[in-house]
């Protein structure tokens, strides 16, 4: 499966971005799917998780209740919802797909080129 990660750009800080993953090339309905993201200096971290079917989700403490992940399985569409930014969420955010049921590991199978987002303060 191939993987498309767009919608970063520079943000003020408060302000909100909608990150979207575009799957093709395989069934997409059979991934779970997460939201990576990395730092200057920093090590790649899990954001968001989430099911093949969307019925179950993870968040990192760091995002949780300002972050939402969904996926639209008939457009082959991840998404993640990015309220209230804050400078620290300045990373570059990859998009990843696994063919486990659901997994919050840092494996997984596939992964998306990253897309910017910077929070200025």
């Known amino acids: 499966v191939q993987l498309q990660a767009y919608g970063g750009g520079l943000v003020q800080a408060g302000g909100s971005l909608r990150l979207s993953c575009a799957a093709s090339g395989g069934a997409f309905s059979r991934y779970a799917m997460g939201w990576f993201r990395q730092a200057p200096g920093k090590d790649r971290e899990i954001v968001a998780a989430i099911s093949r079917t969307g019925d179950r989700k993870y968040y990192a403490d760091s995002v949780k209740g300002r972050f939402t992940i969904s996926r639209d399985n008939a457009k082959n569409t991840m998404y993640l919802q990015m309220n209230s930014l804050k400078p620290e969420d300045t990373a570059i955010y990859y998009c990843?797909?696994?063919?486990?049921?659901?997994?919050?590991?840092?494996?997984?199978?596939?992964w998306g080129q990253g897309t910017q987002v910077t929070v200025s303060s």
């Open positions: 990843a797909a696994d063919r486990s049921v659901f997994t919050t590991s840092r494996d997984y199978d596939y």
